[in-house]
């Protein structure tokens, strides 16, 4: 088990960035209402290419950054990582989201490759088509993740009982 | 505590799980009746 000189920088860390993670989405978010809004084609470029740099700038490592930082704390505090199950449903959603940003990092990066040709018109840049559904549904999933790991809902999960039966056994003694 | 069975999953976890598998279902049709418009 960590001790708390070492537990609190770490998760001081881990809720920064993964408050943080939301705000790059957001950010995110805006870019892409842009593409479907606008008509003005510097709009459509800037926010094409926007949409890449703040998925590799910003939501890539805040993702990674999260996640990691996660899978540390629940490792190192009381919690473990598959003991309770609000630590399992977190573990799983910040996983698949960060998949999930993973699998469409090509395609924002196509996209703004497309933007930044001179020959292609607004007409040609609306047709790039929104994320609107990954970025919505995204953001919407860190703030389930968000509420999980403030409430901590309780329930042990059948490895978790087995390891606090374990605990008290040991502790009562042979 | 000996000798109790161990606890099953939480109602919430289940609930949760029902909620992401439905909307999944609900984007892929979605997703499958849009392009099929777009054909026709």
């Given at each position: 088990m960590f001790p708390p000189w070492l537990r609190q920088p770490i998760l001081i860390s881990h809720i920064v960035v993964s408050v943080g993670w939301m705000g790059a989405v957001?950010?995110?978010?805006?870019?892409?209402?842009?593409?479907?809004?606008?008509d003005s084609e510097p709009m459509l470029r800037a926010s094409?290419?926007?949409?890449?740099?703040?998925?590799?700038?910003?939501?890539?490592?805040?993702?990674?950054?999260?996640?990691?930082?996660?899978?540390?704390?629940s490792l190192g505090t009381?919690?473990?990582?598959?003991?309770?199950?609000?630590?399992?449903?977190?573990?799983?959603?910040?996983?698949?989201?960060?998949?999930?940003?993973?699998?469409?990092l090509p395609v924002i990066a196509h996209r703004a490759e497309a933007a930044a040709d001179p020959a292609m018109t607004a007409d040609?840049?609306?047709?790039?088509?929104?994320l609107l559904l990954h970025s919505i549904g995204g953001f919407v999933v860190l703030l389930v993740i968000a509420v999980i790991n403030v409430v901590k809902p309780r329930g042990l999960t059948a490895y978790g009982w087995r390891r606090q039966q374990d605990e008290a056994k040991s502790?009562?003694?042979p | 505590?000996?000798?109790?069975?161990?606890?099953?999953?939480?109602?919430?976890?289940k609930v949760l799980a029902g909620i992401v598998l439905a909307v999944l279902v609900a984007v892929v049709v979605l997703h499958y009746m849009g392009r099929m418009m777009l054909h026709h």
């Open positions: 957001a950010a995110f978010i805006v870019l892409d209402v842009t593409t479907v809004t606008s094409y290419i926007g949409m890449d740099l703040v998925t590799k700038w910003a939501l890539v490592p805040l993702a990674l950054f999260a996640f990691s930082s996660g899978l540390v704390l009381k919690w473990g990582l598959f003991r309770h199950w609000w630590v399992v449903v977190t573990l799983l959603l910040t996983a698949a989201a960060t998949a999930v940003l993973l699998v469409q040609d840049l609306r047709d790039l088509g929104n502790a009562k003694g | 505590m000996d000798g109790e069975s161990p606890p099953g999953v939480p109602l919430w976890v």
